[in-house]
């Protein structure tokens, strides 16, 4: 099962959704690193359910136990290994789906690839509950990463059609971007983010969902990482992105928007700014070549509406060889944009420090 990731920071994520507990090793960290839990604390909150209007009322406090890789508080370069226990599960919801897969969701694929022995419960391994140790990995990696001066922020560029301001990917405000972790529906525009707020609202009230994106940006990474073809900088970080349940697409720095520009427009001019090499645009999101430019590392990525919805749909009976309704009952988000952002947000951290360590160079 393709659960692991990484070159030299391997990451690997166990567990289901209604099992025992969820967790992750990461392994090549590096020793010595001084972890401060209050801000593990926080930033993986900012993912846990059932604390916002918006989210899914399923309570977990994810709280993670460290099983190893700690000693004192400091990494010690041993695999660093946690356990977060599930506590609040529902697991009855779940067996009217059975033989009636959900659409939209893994469930016919996964009895299609595992021979029906998958677990079903709360969609087992396929569940965005196993971001939770993904966003952990990705706290602790930020940790490691502000030390060296290297940052990420993520906002919701847009919910539901509405959208926000976009990032000044040229010269960022990095004290107004790092401050938008901590608000609770993290938008530059808060007039367009309580719109977005009343939208996803109103498609809970109608039993319905609405999707987003996501809006991601790393600064400090400098010039020269990467290797061009295969292991560019933009296969690296999608390979792990495409790994969080609901992603569906992903551009860098002007996107698709780009190709209605002009190439006289949209090439990035360099300078000399007091003997340092900038650019005078960033359209390419910090990236040419598969190698980081030195600016801003910019991404999208679009996350589809909740699958699990309300509202009766037509799907098939697998026991009976039927066409048939099915209700799907259960806690789910309105719409998992806001959920999945500090996910988005852990991803870029860890595809970073994983980036760093790779070179084998005085960057680390």
């Not at 391997?10 to 507990?21: D, L, P, Q, Y």
């Not at 900012?46 to 460290?66: F, I, L, M, N, Y």
């Not at 996964?110 to 965005?128: N, V």
């Amino acid at each position: 099962m393709g659960s692991i990731w990484g070159n030299r920071l391997k990451f690997s994520i166990f567990g289901e959704s209604h099992g025992a507990g969820i967790g992750m090793v990461l392994d090549g960290l590096p020793s010595g690193h001084l972890i401060d839990w209050e801000h593990l604390r926080k930033y993986t909150m900012r993912r846990a359910p059932g604390h916002t209007p918006w989210s899914t009322p399923r309570k977990e406090k994810d709280e993670a136990e460290v099983l190893s890789g700690v000693y004192k508080g400091r990494t010690t370069g041993a695999p660093l290994t946690i356990l977060i226990r599930n506590t609040d599960t529902r697991s009855a919801d779940y067996e009217a789906m059975r033989m009636r897969p959900r659409p939209g969701h893994a469930d016919l694929t996964g009895a299609a690839r595992y021979l029906g022995y998958q677990d079903p419960r709360g969609s087992g391994h396929f569940s965005g509950r196993l971001t939770a140790p993904m966003t952990f990995a990705g706290a602790l990696c930020s940790q490691i990463l502000a030390g060296r001066g290297i940052y990420t922020a993520a906002h919701l560029l847009e919910v539901a059609g509405i959208s926000d301001q976009p990032f000044n990917t040229v010269t960022p405000d990095l004290d107004q971007y790092i401050k938008l972790g901590e608000k609770p529906f993290p938008v530059i525009d808060d007039e367009a983010g309580q719109r977005m707020m009343d939208a996803v609202l109103k498609a809970a009230d109608s039993k319905d969902s609405v999707g987003g994106v996501i809006e991601t940006m790393i600064w400090g990474l400098p010039a020269g990482l990467g290797d061009p073809m295969f292991d560019g900088l933009e296969s690296r970080i999608s390979s792990l992105i495409f790994g969080i349940p609901a992603i569906k697409g992903l551009e860098f720095g002007s996107g698709f928007a780009g190709v209605r520009s002009k190439g006289s427009e949209h090439n990035d001019v360099p300078w000399f700014d007091h003997g340092k090499i900038r650019f005078r645009t960033n359209n390419s999101g910090g990236i040419q070549g598969g190698i980081s430019t030195g600016m801003p590392l910019v991404f999208r990525a679009a996350v589809k509406p909740t699958s699990s919805i309300g509202k009766q749909q037509n799907t098939i009976n697998l026991s009976t060889g039927q066409n048939d309704t099915l209700i799907i009952e259960g806690r789910h988000d309105p719409c998992i944009a806001p959920r999945a952002l500090p996910v988005v947000e852990a991803a870029a951290a860890v595809f970073s420090l994983d980036l760093l360590l790779d070179t084998a160079s005085p960057f680390i």
